[in-house]
């Protein structure tokens, strides 16, 4: 399957604090994407990495992609109650992309 | 506001019965994509449509179908409606396959 796979399930930190989350993916891809979601509500789009890079950077966000490894980080620095969300990464190829089953993260004020 | 409007929000409906959910893309978006987001099966892709043809099949029932029209929108079709069908369905769309795809809010469909 190219189902992407989050780690950890869930994630509880401090206001402040980073937050990493882990994707790992079983064949090859074109572009990798990760979203957030808040309780019910719809998906947002945070940043789509290619693979053919290995980092890209969105204000406090940092992704990074091993196609070696077949895994993506995502770092959240100096986090904030409002990144309190799942946060799900897709990975894709031309016309269809899937997602894993998403790290919840909870950060505490 | 990701540009990507699902109507309706919210259906409420009863086994057996059909109903149609609708999508408009983002302007200039020609890819629409359709997720069901269910409690116990996470995000799953049902189909992918580009500029009015279809492009790739997900886990879509036969019971499901779905259309891109003309205009861009895009209806998905649900028949024969089942309790087990009751999800947030999502629609996203993208400028071209392989872009960064933009989410609709959902629409939350409740089978009873």
């Known amino acids: 399957s190219q189902q992407g796979e989050e780690d950890p399930q869930a994630l509880s930190i401090q206001e402040g604090e980073n937050a990493t989350m882990n994707c790992s993916y079983k064949t090859s891809i074109n572009n990798l994407q990760w979203y957030r979601q808040n309780s019910g509500r719809g998906l947002v789009h945070l940043i789509l990495?290619?693979?053919?890079?290995r980092e890209k950077h969105s204000g406090r966000l940092r992704v990074t992609l091993d196609t070696s490894k077949k895994s993506s980080s995502l770092l959240i620095t100096a986090s904030r109650a409002a990144d309190t969300a799942s946060y799900f990464c897709?990975?894709?190829?031309?016309?269809?992309?899937?997602f894993g089953s998403g790290t919840k993260l909870n950060v505490k004020p | 506001d990701s540009g990507v409007t699902q109507t309706p929000k919210h259906l409420i409906t009863a086994t057996g019965q059909r109903v149609t959910l609708r999508c408009s893309p983002r302007s200039g978006d020609l890819s629409v994509y359709w997720y069901q987001q269910s409690l116990d099966q996470g995000l799953q892709f049902l189909i992918q449509?580009?500029?009015?043809?279809?492009?790739a099949k997900g886990n879509i029932l036969e019971r499901f179908s779905a259309q891109q029209f003309p205009d861009l929108h895009s209806e998905l079709n649900l028949s024969s409606l089942e309790l087990g069908d009751s999800a947030l369905y999502f629609c996203a769309s993208s400028v071209a396959q392989g872009t960064e795809a933009f989410f609709g809010q959902g629409t939350r469909l409740t089978v009873v």
């Open positions: 449509y580009y500029n009015g043809e279809e492009r």
């Open positions: 990495i290619r693979s053919n890079e």
């Open positions: 897709a990975v894709g190829n031309f016309n269809k992309f899937y």
